[in-house]
């Protein structure tokens, strides 16, 4: 079977536009990249797709407006709870995207695979992925424009996050966590905060964003430092690390395959960073 590479034009489920300047750091920093197939005729034709790269737990996505982080959206939920919720109500799953993401423009059929989606296998043949009609986590919504859940590798089951363990400073020590911070989504059993955000973009007094702001020990609240204060301690983010994501197929059946992930570089340095520390340990 003869393979081509995605071509441009109109964007496909899970390639969307290519993402603004600032975008394009994020996505270079902090996402993997892997490729499924889109069927045409007897050829394939490669989709790139996007995972983040961020460490287990939680995972967020940045906004920012000329270089000013203004915005960063914390998840901890599960893709696996989005999958079967969008196999039960997908008109649910869209409503809450919209909701979210505050995106009303948010189509269905960007949520969802379009047609049947293949992977390689280990001897290098196509075999059926996702299909045609199934929910998509890794559609542009949850990786290059949002976060609503996770969907790096890591824990299948969700950490309740801890807001209250996150305080945000100024610069002259003002506190502004109350004025910032805010759950946008609980579970709906147990209320714990599955979904937070920090927003800064309708604060008068800021003209850094969020860059500007310290954590109670005076460091810097950068996302990275911000997700370890929320996530609960025996869930804590490590070292973020290049995954192989397993699929089982379609139907939940047959052999679990890897789907290779390429680092992005701020991922591929850790990696690095880390191997040296083994080779070579400080002490």
Known sequence: ????????????????????????????????LEYLYERAGSAYIRLPLHRRQQGAGCEWHERRVNGRLLHVAFTAETGEDWSAMAAREPSQVLALYRGLLGRPEIRVEELFWQTDVFARDGKGAFVLAHRAGAYNPLNPWNTLRGAVHRNGAGASTA????????????????????????????????????????????????????????????????????????????????????????????????????TPTLPGPMIAAALARAALTQMHPVG
């Not at 441009?8 to 394009?24: F, K, L, N, Q």
């Not at 911070?181 to 800021?206: E, K, M, N, Q, W």
């Open 1 to 32: 079977m003869a393979t081509l590479s995605s071509h441009r034009g109109a964007p496909r489920a899970g390639c969307p536009p290519e993402p603004s300047a600032d975008g394009a750091a994020v996505l270079a920093a902090t996402f993997g």
């Open 159 to 258: 950490a309740a996050l801890r807001p209250a363990a996150l305080r945000l400073f100024r610069p002259d020590g003002t506190e502004v966590s109350a004025a910032l911070l805010r759950v946008t989504r609980r579970d709906p059993a147990t209320g714990a905060a599955l979904r937070v955000s920090v927003d800064a973009s309708g604060d008068p007094a800021s003209t850094s964003g969020l860059d500007s702001l310290r954590l109670a020990d005076g460091s810097q609240a950068t996302p990275a430092r911000m997700a370890r204060l929320l996530l609960p301690e025996a869930a804590g983010i490590g070292i973020p690390h290049a995954p192989m994501v397993a699929w089982t197929g379609p139907d939940g059946m047959g052999p679990s395959l890897p």
